[in-house]
């Protein structure tokens, strides 16, 4: 953990598989967490606070299941992907103020694309949909691929595809604008919550991470101000009237702002700056891998001397994750603490080694991992514990050494083992991620529910193991037709 932070960045540099493998698992671990049977499972199946049977939300129970780390996920991811995509940039001459304006653009687009989508799902349409609520959300998911396509599939034709954008548009708009949600037509506050969460931390992580590259110090002690305001925000005072603001006053008018961006959101940056850190790491290894041809030899060097260790530490990393779910949502806490400190400690000692630069990775990996971890167990008796809602520092901290923990094993499988063919399901799917959140509503859930087929399955899926195996089969679909999407190269440009 270096102070300085500098980034030589280079244009050509291939992606990093083990980080979409990631972004893959996050986006369909959420598919399955919202496909699974409500009611029948048993409560770690669900969100900590929504339990079994009733699902009723309950603040006063702590807690971290599966599906409570899976958006923490998807942000991490993102926040390790911003280093990323703005080296490139930097590198072909962007001064600060066209990145800024192209991250801008791309709040935007994520903003609109959660504004346009929850005015398009079948229930925000119909809360009793009908056949032809059915038919409009099929028809919305169309008219989406229309509006982000970026349409390379079209070859030399491709130049044209903004016309099929600006087309999606204007019929996505004519269609609304006839659409009456409960007696009121088009609001701009009603969005996808989630996909408004990620289109403020791909607009102040990108700017967290673009002003402060060359000084992590000084992105580590954004952090510390953040503290700081959500910790004053629980007092009254004018830190809480501004975390709570969603509007402002100018010339006698209330202008609102809450409908695009809420003070609060910034916490996420507390697993969204984490990620950035690890997103230097991962493009400073593979702008190494692009300036040596020798790196390839030395991760099957790495592979086969090194087999036995290698699968320890991926064993090690899904043992730690294991018995923080376990242990955390039991509310084990001292223990989970104790055998979590135990398991790390044996693990050092698989990473003390390091032979080549990948060894270097997984080292400085692990090393943010294990600092996120304790700093996440040591706030976990604050705040009532750990929660989802409202989200406390030890679930921004924890998650995000989960993630890294998963990372850590993709890397290995990936880029030491070479076993790329395996995962490239989750890949695919992490390189399309917005395909595969919009496909269930919007595609799949229509054809289930006008072919009569949703009945048939809720009538054979009444046990667990059956609730288990609904969530699995209507994943795996939508996982194949996302990857088939991403084959093609139609990408939603969001």
Not at 335 to 348: D, F, H, K, M, P
Not at 461 to 471: A, D, E, I, S
Request: with cysteine; proline share 4%.
């Amino acid at each position: 953990m270096t102070q300085e932070s500098n980034i030589t960045p280079i244009t050509n540099v291939k992606r990093a598989d083990a980080l979409d493998a990631l972004r893959g698992l996050a986006i369909l671990a959420m598919v399955l967490s919202g496909t699974i049977r409500y009611k029948i499972l048993p409560a770690w199946m669900y969100h900590a606070q929504e339990p079994p049977p009733t699902h009723a939300f309950n603040a006063q129970i702590a807690g971290l299941t599966w599906v409570d780390v899976v958006f923490p996920l998807f942000l991490f991811a993102m926040g390790a992907a911003i280093p990323l995509a703005l080296s490139r940039r930097l590198a072909q001459g962007w001064s600060n103020y066209r990145i800024i304006l192209y991250i801008l653009k791309r709040g935007l687009m994520l903003a609109a694309f959660a504004i346009i989508l929850q005015h398009l799902r079948p229930f925000t349409i119909n809360k009793n949909p009908t056949p032809e609520t059915w038919y409009l959300a099929m028809l919305g998911f169309g008219l989406l691929f229309l509006i982000f396509g970026n349409w390379a599939i079209l070859g030399k034709w491709r130049k044209y595809g903004v016309w099929l954008n600006i087309a999606g548009f204007i019929a996505t708009i004519a269609i609304i604008s006839q659409l009456q949600y409960g007696g009121k037509g088009f609001l701009l506050e009603r969005s996808d919550p989630i996909l408004m969460v990620l289109a403020n931390m791909a607009v102040f992580g990108s700017l967290a991470w673009l002003f402060t590259r060359s000084n992590l110090l000084l992105r580590l002690g954004l952090l510390g101000c953040l503290i700081a305001l959500q910790s004053s925000a629980t007092i009254d005072g004018w830190v809480k009237d501004l975390w709570t603001a969603s509007s402002v006053p100018i010339l006698g008018y209330n202008l609102s702002f809450g409908w695009i961006f809420q003070f609060y959101y910034l916490k996420y940056l507390f697993i969204v700056i984490p990620g950035t850190i690890i997103g230097e790491l991962i493009l400073k290894w593979l702008q190494k891998s692009n300036q040596s041809g020798e790196i390839s030899a030395n991760q099957q060097v790495l592979a086969a001397r090194n087999t036995q260790r290698l699968l320890l530490i991926i064993l090690s990393m899904l043992m730690i994750c294991l018995v923080l779910l376990v242990g955390l949502q039991g509310r084990w806490v001292w223990q989970t603490t104790l055998v979590s400190a135990a398991i790390c400690g044996a693990s050092w000692l698989l990473f003390s080694q390091t032979e080549n630069d990948i060894d270097s990775l997984l080292k400085q990996f692990y090393q943010w991992g294990v600092y996120w971890l304790f700093l996440g167990l040591f706030f976990e008796p604050f705040q009532g514990g750990i929660h989802k809602d409202p989200s406390t520092y030890s679930y921004y901290f924890i998650t995000s050494a989960i993630a890294i923990f998963l990372l850590i094993t993709f890397t290995i499988l990936i880029d030491v083992f070479g076993q790329k063919k395996w995962l490239q399901l989750l890949i695919d799917n992490g390189q399309n991620p917005m395909i595969a959140y919009v496909a269930f509503a919007n595609l799949l859930w229509p054809i289930l529910q006008l072919t009569g087929m949703e009945d048939w399955i809720i009538a054979n899926t009444t046990t667990p193991v059956m609730g288990v195996v609904k969530g699995i089969a209507t994943t795996l679909p939508i996982a194949l037709f996302t990857s088939l999407c991403t084959r093609l190269k139609l990408f939603w440009k969001t």
